[in-house]
């Protein structure tokens, strides 16, 4: 049977090497890491998703700093707000919740989001980095997936590694991260020519294409690692509602190392948002950059 990689106990051993993180740089500064998370209006899902992660912030002892705005804020508005943001010394990340109403160019906020405190790793500036292998700060669910492949692969170097997505949020960067680690990377998605046969040439698929079910049992070969970041809500036969991947781990038995839906990625997202947010924090402190 496939080993189960559990993202859930994994986050939390991020956590708790965080929360001393976070103790010994407010030991030597004065003040814990400080994240602001910019919520406009109240979308039912992003302001679950906002609670659970000012919840987590403060589990590791990190300030949240809280800016709800009705939806019907203008751009104008929030960017002032961002400027704010951006001079104060006490923020050292900055997460603007999406989706934005309409009114709100979201390629406009990241991009005025300072490239220092974008803890979600959006901004061009560590884009460029990341695509350039000089630092900056990864986007979090990529970086995620990297941690969590870290538990079940010795080494990356020479692997072949499909990348089913090509978004800017995760297929893009992952494809990246797992190039700076020496893997033969193929970037595919659903549109493209004989997709289960390139899958199956792969030692590491990493699905991250929004349609649930898409891999098949029969397109992984065995011993292969999947990570399954889709999160889809479907109804099952008798109409009760449940999440599932993109992937179909009922099928997945004779792979290596497969990530559940739920419990796996999902998780690592929050915990990878506080580690970038104690790397802000770190750069930014030169007493304390080291730890970065």
């Not at 901004?123 to 695509?131: A, E, K, Q």
């Not at 990493?206 to 098949?216: C, E, T, W, Y």
């Not at 990530?259 to 990625?265: D, E, L, M, N, R």
Request: glycine share 10%.
């Amino acid at each position: 049977m496939a080993r189960i990689i559990d993202g859930k106990a994994i986050a939390e051993r991020l956590a708790a090497d965080l929360s001393g993180q976070v103790r010994q740089f407010a030991l030597r500064t004065g003040d814990a890491p400080g994240l602001a998370v910019v919520l406009v209006g109240h979308d039912p899902a992003s302001t679950v998703y906002v609670n659970r992660k000012i919840a987590r912030t403060r589990e590791v002892g990190m300030r949240s700093i809280e800016h709800r705005l009705p939806a019907d804020t203008s751009e104008a508005a929030l960017l002032a707000l961002i400027a704010q943001l951006n001079a104060d010394p006490a923020v050292h990340g900055i997460l603007v919740q999406l989706p934005l109403p309409r009114q709100i160019r979201s390629d406009q906020v990241l991009n005025g989001i300072d490239p220092a405190k974008d803890v979600d790793g959006f901004h061009p500036v560590n884009v460029g980095r990341l695509s350039s292998g000089t630092g900056g700060l990864v986007p979090c669910t990529p970086l995620g997936c990297m941690l969590l492949l870290e538990t079940v692969v010795d080494d990356f170097r020479g692997l072949k590694a499909v990348v089913i997505g090509k978004s800017n949020i995760v297929g893009k960067p992952v494809a990246l991260l797992l190039l700076e680690r020496e893997c033969t990377v193929t970037v595919t998605h659903i549109l493209t020519r004989n997709l289960p046969e390139i899958v199956r040439g792969a030692d590491i698929v990493v699905v991250a294409a929004g349609s649930p079910g898409l891999v098949r049992g029969d397109w992984v070969k065995p011993g292969a690692v999947v990570i399954d970041v889709g999160i889809n809500r479907i109804t099952d036969g008798e109409g009760r509602p449940r999440l599932v991947g993109d992937a179909v781990a009922s099928e997945l038995g004779h792979a290596g190392a497969i990530t559940p839906v739920p419990g796996g990625v999902g998780p690592m997202t929050i915990a990878c948002l506080l580690a970038n947010t104690m790397k802000a924090a770190a750069m930014r402190s030169p007493d304390v950059g080291a730890m970065a």
